[in-house]
């Protein structure tokens, strides 16, 4: 089967704070793009209706998977409420490991909230096995029969991660057998990038115009020759991208994807240091580990009120505490809320009555201030890149997006744009991802952020290559090491399934080391070893059986505008091509 068509695309969105997965069968797509089928979650006790559920892993004292999602939270609040909850390890947010983590590695940890660690893969895989069976399980339910061949997997991913936290979480589907021989890559997955995705499904359909300060809606398509920013805010980043729609429907990249860590959690944040000035760390940790029922609760409640709080808010906001909060602060520092309240910085914005906090507003709205401050900065300098008026449109997706303070704040910033957004802009990537599946060449062109290379030898030339690099080869000749040899430069527009071609004469060193790729912030570089250089990962060589002739040659086919590296290899020696032998979790000591 040729997955260039496959039969069905399931999208899977692994989020910082919430996950979800959807499908769609290749007939209906064909009739109809937006035919896209989502799971519907039981939210909790209250018996709520979610499309996605809480990216939350819950595992028994013998370390094995036990819950994932509004499951896992309720029942670890049960066994916390019991004070049945010691031995059992509980992980949330645990996405945000792979976030600009230069150290990232197969071995990589992370810790649950009560500070137990376990590999972050066995997690990850976890997680994404939870949401492929549960799934499959779907399927299953409304097709008789219907094996996994016949899927074509997409995994959903922040466009500002590297190479390492893409192999990460691609190494992570592949332990879920998404691919059928373990440890080779095969057609059967497919990354999404999340802003690219919401830019997909926005395409497909009409996005509605909020006007804030007129009150207005309407219908708006985009035009070829549309420039618009997405600005995808999910709950631990925000993607930041720039596409151009193209005379034939398919998207251009012409502003490299680029973000950062300003998330709806910074908010979360911000509102659990708020807590922390008023009852301490020591008590909160107490609440934590005493009465988890409650502290879910607490900021789960929060989490409501966080999407709802609205700019012109002159009301004071109420917080309603768990009774057990307020009998741990009493134990710990022998007054009560009311009694030391007055003493605190919140003395005349913060009132307590009845167990509940009254917030004045412009403290509840202060939580968002440090993300909004990271976003609106980036948002202003993308913008001055571009000549007049050019990006006429802000596309805003993702959950953290349909909160009202984030859109006035978008608003008042840039009056002269038209800020957009789809009716569900928390499903936008998801549903967007699927879209991807069925058209994956969609995204027409993508803008290389940095320049990437490979590390080679080339002759030595006396007077051009500094001798600290000259080097002499077993047969005789002089060589320079450390050469960088540009694939792609910093901010060339680089078109889907762009091929890059070249041939290395292999040593034996090259089978233990590998062939080094390097990025470079400057269009230009000469060596790899400049200021400006990092590097990536390395290119894994299969060594043939008594070594390399002294003649032998690997013809190397590097692809790009992909969502993810790609590279074959054909050795003389073996006489066969072999693809994506490469590795981007071993740095330079490994």
């Not at 009555?353 to 401050?373: D, M, S, Y």
């Not at 792609?488 to 290395?504: A, C, L, R, S, W």
């Not at 060596?527 to 060594?543: A, E, M, P, S, W």
């Not at 969502?563 to 740095?587: G, H, I, N, P, Q």
Request: proline share 4%; with cysteine; glycine share 6%.
């Amino acid at each position: 089967m040729s997955f260039s068509t496959p039969v069905l695309v399931a999208a899977i969105d692994f989020g910082t704070t919430y996950s979800g997965y959807a499908f769609s069968f290749r007939h209906e797509f064909d009739k109809d793009p937006l035919k896209i089928n989502a799971c519907n979650w039981i939210a909790g006790s209250q018996a709520l209706v979610s499309l996605k559920t809480p990216s939350v892993v819950l595992l028994k004292p013998n370390k094995t998977f036990h819950a994932f999602g509004y499951e896992a939270e309720n029942k670890y609040a049960s066994l916390a409420e019991d004070n049945e909850h010691e031995g059992w390890l509980y992980f949330k947010r645990f996405k945000m490991t792979l976030h600009q983590n230069k150290s990232l590695r197969r071995t990589t940890s992370i810790k649950d909230v009560n500070g137990n660690e376990m590999p972050a893969m066995t997690i990850f895989t976890m997680a994404i096995k939870y949401l492929k069976d549960h799934l499959m399980g779907t399927l299953k339910s409304r097709v008789a029969e219907f094996t996994e061949d016949l899927i074509l997997w997409v995994l959903t991913v922040p466009a500002i991660w590297d190479e390492g936290a893409k192999q990460f979480m691609t190494e992570a589907a592949a332990d879920v057998r998404i691919f059928y021989i373990a440890g080779i890559l095969t057609k059967q997955l497919l990354l999404a990038l999340e802003p690219e995705a919401a830019s997909i499904y926005c395409n497909h359909v009409p996005v509605e115009v909020m006007s804030y300060n007129k009150g207005r809606t309407g219908a708006y398509a985009f035009e070829p020759g549309t420039q618009y920013m997405v600005l995808d805010l999910g709950g631990g980043t925000a993607d930041i991208t720039v596409h151009e729609v193209q005379s034939n429907q398919k998207l251009r990249e012409v502003h490299h994807a680029t973000g950062g860590a300003w998330g709806g959690t910074k908010v979360d944040d911000a509102f659990y240091q708020f807590l922390a000035k008023l009852f301490g760390n020591d008590v909160l940790s107490t609440l934590k580990d005493e009465n988890m029922d409650d502290y879910i609760t607490l900021f789960r409640d929060f989490e409501t009120k966080k999407r709802t709080i609205k700019p012109n808010l002159e009301d004071k906001v109420t917080i309603t505490l768990p009774f057990r909060l307020l009998e741990i602060f009493k134990e710990q520092s022998e007054e009560t809320l009311a009694e030391a309240l007055p003493q605190t910085r919140y003395a005349k914005t913060v009132e307590f009555k009845a167990g509940k906090l009254r917030v004045h507003p412009e403290i509840f709205k202060e939580f968002f201030n440090h993300t909004l401050q990271g976003i609106i900065q980036h948002i202003t300098e993308i913008m001055q890149s571009f000549q007049g008026e050019s990006v006429s449109k802000i596309l805003l997706v993702g959950g953290f997006s349909e909160s009202p303070m984030v859109l006035k704040a978008i608003r008042e910033l840039f009056p002269n744009k038209k800020v957009i957004a789809p009716a569900d802009p928390g499903l936008a990537v998801l549903k967007g991802a699927v879209l991807f599946g069925h058209t994956p060449s969609i995204i027409s062109s993508r803008i290389s952020l940095c320049t990437i290379g490979l590390e080679v030898n080339v002759q030595f030339i006396e007077g051009l290559h500094p001798n600290k690099y000259k080097i002499k080869k077993p047969d005789g000749q002089t060589m320079c090491q450390h050469i960088f040899e540009a694939l792609v430069q910093k901010g060339e527009d680089v078109p889907f399934g762009h091929k890059i071609e070249n041939t290395y004469s292999p040593s034996e060193e090259d089978a233990v080391t590998g062939i080094g790729i390097y990025k470079s912030t400057s269009e230009n570089p000469t060596y790899t070893t400049d200021k400006n250089c990092t590097k990536l990962g390395t290119i894994v060589l299969r060594r043939p059986n008594g070594g390399w002739s002294e003649d032998a040659q690997i013809h190397v086919v590097v692809e790009f505008g992909s969502t993810r590296f790609s590279v074959a290899m054909t050795d003389d020696c073996l006489d066969e091509t072999y693809r994506d032998s490469y590795d981007f979790l071993r740095k330079q000591n490994q």
